[in-house]
């Protein structure tokens, strides 16, 4: 049926409410059958629905819903059908949790059809989604070309029977032609540095190259959910409403073989169904090719549609897409290069920002305690990590010495390092005792709700006036202690618990040692002990303790040399991972 102006109207399906592929179903044939099989022209995917659960008839004009003696029934306006009623506009009907409303007379142009059709999907997407454009605009066709009469052959597909050409004033793609074209293109292209802004001026150019050109559409594939999207449709009418009608058959076949179609008159085409979706929206001719990227992989589909019932897009034509579909893909490949570009830089200052907020976090200067000397070495595998120390004095004159390790590196394991920084402060500073204050930490940690990330964590505090280190070790390494006389020890094994954030009421000991002049300790995350060489062999607790067994130099020599033998050590890139050091020494 067509109104004034020649604009199709068709008999809909609307979706209301429940899980349809669908938002919308145009009836373009005397039978539609509704129900669970695949097989069924509209496939509703519930258990509750039959296979085979209802149809909707057309005769002469006319509508109406049948129900196919299904188990759980079909209704119209909620009244339970028995036998075949007639269908009025506005009416709805229902099948189980699916609710539709029939529109009699629904212009092609007003019908938005904003979700995949293909459960299938192009090589296991789910099909077509819409991206920053007007939703109306697109009409998506139930399937009509049947993919197993393709011949695999691409000239097949493209030398068909073609209609007489009477003369015209059309261009016809001599190489004169087709170089103009490229060359229009490429001015219209060039300088464009966005896919959204290339793809938009890509079909109106196209429109100027081929003047029997009514539609056309760009669907792309989108490069992180890799379905497809449009990205540009056009009329030539220049309406707003006219909707462009889209085959998913003939897109998913584009998209799968990497094989340009030309039908010179889809109506005569032995590859169309009779009676096609795409006829009875008044589609004469058509071409439809891939962008193919460098490795001839499809990027995406243009195709253009003609109306015209006396000319017709011919192999000449054909010639000429495919040529302007090759500069289009090399424009897209460029602009993507240069907004991945952009992203990178912008990802680049983002982490710069970050790695100066976490190195924020850190000490920026060492304790300075008469008797003692401090050191520190931190290293992130990436711009930020999850290691973590700090230095916090506390009221009565001791000072916590705290290091630790988040489950993980980079940009989450920073953050929840960042929460681990303040909180930490909290918690000492606010409780009665180291292992009070870290049982308090874990209960905080545990609730937080950072699913399954853990903490290490190893808090020492020492009290100069009487030299004792009160330690409480939440799963962390033991530190090495090496004494004046060079004895080489590591301490608080027994004491140690589990990590911090498993076990919300966990409580947590302490055990305390006494330093005594000469005394080194140094505290270490796994990036030490883990660092793991080419051959898969890792730098072990042993290698540690036998540095400090020779470590009687200052205190900043001994963090270097173990620091330059880890790094020297870890060859393998691959499992490089956060590498902190802390040293405390009493010098007197």
Known sequence: MQVSGGQDLVAVLQILRGQVDVLAYPILKACTIMGRHPDCDLVLDNAAISRQHAQVLESHGSYFVEDMRSRNGTYLNEKLIEGRQELADGDQLRICDVTMRFDLNASAANIAIASAIAPNGIDGQTGIEFDAIDESRIFILPDSFPEPEFSESSSTLRRRAQLPKPNDNRA?????????????????????????????????????????????????????????????????????????AVSMTVVRYVMKSGDSILSANIGDDTRFKQGTSLTRMGVRSMMCVPLLDEEDEPLGVIQIVSRNETMAFDEDDLDLLESLAMQASLTIQNARLHEEALQRRELERDLAFATQVQLGFLPKSRPKIPGYLFGDYYEAALSVGGDYFDYVPLPDGRLAITIGDVAGKGMPAALLMARLYSSTRLQLLTSDSPAQAISRLNSE?????????????????????????????????????????????????????????????????????????????????????????????????????????????????ILQKITLEVTAFATDPATRDDLCLIGIRRSE
């Open 172 to 244: 016809i793609a001599q190489p004169e032609v087709k170089l103009r074209g490229i060359l229009e293109i490429t001015r219209a292209l060039g300088g464009q540095l966005k896919v959204d802004a290339v793809l938009p001026k890509l079909v109106s150019t196209l429109f100027n190259i081929f003047p029997l050109a009514d539609q056309g559409f760009v669907l792309l594939k989108d490069t992180d959910s890799d379905k497809l999207k449009v990205k540009a449709t056009q009329a030539r009418s220049g309406s707003e409403s006219e909707a462009v």
């Open 445 to 557: 940690i545990a609730s937080s709700g950072l699913g399954h990330r853990f903490i290490t964590f190893l808090c020492m505090v020492l009290n100069p006036k009487t030299h004792e280190l009160r330690v409480v070790n939440a799963g962390h390494l033991t530190p090495i202690l090496r004494s004046a006389d060079g004895t080489v020890r590591t301490f608080g094994k027994e004491h140690a618990s589990l990590p911090l954030g498993i076990v919300p009421d966990m409580t947590y000991e302490e055990m305390s040692l006494t330093i005594t002049a000469g005394d080194t300790i140094i505290a270490f995350t796994d990036g030490a002990t883990e660092a793991m060489s080419l051959d898969k062999s890792i730098f072990g607790r042993t290698r540690l303790e036998n540095l400090m067994s020779d470590a009687t130099g200052p205190l900043d020599e």
